[in-house]
């Protein structure tokens, strides 16, 4: 199937930016949608964004929308998630998230996760 693993996650003052990097490595031909979740401390999984991997728009949680923005690069098979202007609310493990087909039988993979946090 896919592997994935998350980079890119650390610690930011409110009001930075990071950038998250999602490898994909594996069946990537085999991939219709990438996704990026996290969990915060305390609460439950939140679906931060979704992108196809055909390069359709994506779609974001109000929470996030105007200060993220998710992208690919399919020569790399890689996804991106740009995250201005934190808060720090957004401190999370961030994981990325794929869906695909083989044959007639879906699949989900997930990365391990990375921590962003936002702190002063």
């Known amino acids: 199937q896919v592997q994935l693993v998350e980079s890119g996650g650390g610690l930011v003052q409110p009001g930075g930016s990071l950038r998250l990097s999602c490898a994909a490595s594996?069946?990537?031909?085999?991939?219709?949608?990438m996704r990026w979740y996290r969990r915060a401390p305390g609460k439950q999984r939140e679906l931060v964004s979704t992108?196809?991997?055909?390069?359709?728009?994506?779609d974001y949680a109000d929470s996030v929308k105007g200060r993220f923005t998710v992208s690919i690069d399919n020569a790399k098979n890689t996804m991106f998630l740009q995250m201005n202007s934190l808060k720090p609310e957004d401190t999370a493990v961030y994981y990325c998230?794929?869906?695909?087909?083989?044959?007639?039988?879906?699949?989900?993979?997930w990365g391990p996760g990375t921590q962003v946090t936002v702190s002063s």
């Open positions: 998230n794929c869906l695909g087909r083989l044959g007639s039988a879906d699949f989900v993979s």
């Open positions: 594996g069946s990537t031909g085999n991939m219709y949608a």
């Open positions: 992108i196809p991997t055909s390069g359709g728009s994506a």
